[in-house]
Each structure stands twice: as structure tokens, then as C-alpha cells.
């Protein structure tokens, strides 16, 4: 039942485009009830990065995140896992933005 969980919330993460993906890393990375393992800051700076590059509005507005519902509903989708779920979620969110951001450079 748990992998199941951890499936639905990978397809849900497919299923996001680029924007809402650094939008939710970055809420991930923000949020202390995340409790991911990863550098934080690190991975913060480079989703931040990332959105500012690609959306306007984040770069020249405060942006409120909870406008975007399908964000805050995968946020609470993955605050239900457990710790070593939520860093498999958050690890797959990383290098699938990894792989999007590389085939777009290249092309």
C-alpha cells in the first residue's frame, strides 16, 4: 500500500510541467515539515535559480505558492509518506528537473 502512495505521488510529479515542479522543489526545500535530508540550501538556490529563468512573475513578484493548488496538493500527498519515501520523491523531483533542464539547454 505504502509503494503505492509513493507511485501516486510520482505520477502526479510527471504528470506537473517544469514551473510547477521548481515550484514545488521549492517548497520542499523551504518547508521545515518536509524534514528531507538532502542539502536544502543547495537544492534551494538551484530550483530558485532555475524558476527565476523561466518565469517572470517569480522573478519580479512575491509569489504566493498556495495559488497553485496542484503544488500544495502534492506537498500534502508527500508530508503523508514516511521520511525514507519523502527523500525518494524529493530525489526523483531532483533528477527529473536535472534531466528537463538538460534536454532544454541542449536543444
Given amino acids: ?12 510529479i510527471k504528470d506537473l510541467d517544469t514551473k510547477d515542479k521548481l ?17 536544502k540550501t543547495e537544492m534551494y538556490e538551484k530550483f530558485d535559480t532555475m524558476l527565476k ?20 496538493f502534492t506537498m500534502a500527498k508527500i508530508m503523508e509518506l514516511e521520511q525514507a519515501e519523502r527523500n525518494k520523491i524529493v530525489l526523483y523531483l531532483f533528477n527529473c528537473l536535472d534531466s528537463e533542464i538538460s534536454k532544454n539547454f541542449l536543444l
Avoid: H, P, Q
Fill in 53 to 72: 529563468e523561466i518565469d517572470k512573475e517569480y522573478r519580479t513578484t512575491l509569489v504566493n505558492f498556495a495559488k497553485y493548488k496542484i503544488v500544495m
Fill in 1 to 12: 500500500m505504502k509503494e503505492n502512495k509513493v507511485e501516486n505521488v510520482i505520477n502526479i
Fill in 23 to 39: 515550484r514545488l522543489g521549492i517548497c520542499l526545500t523551504t518547508s521545515d515539515w518536509a524534514n528531507i535530508l538532502y542539502n
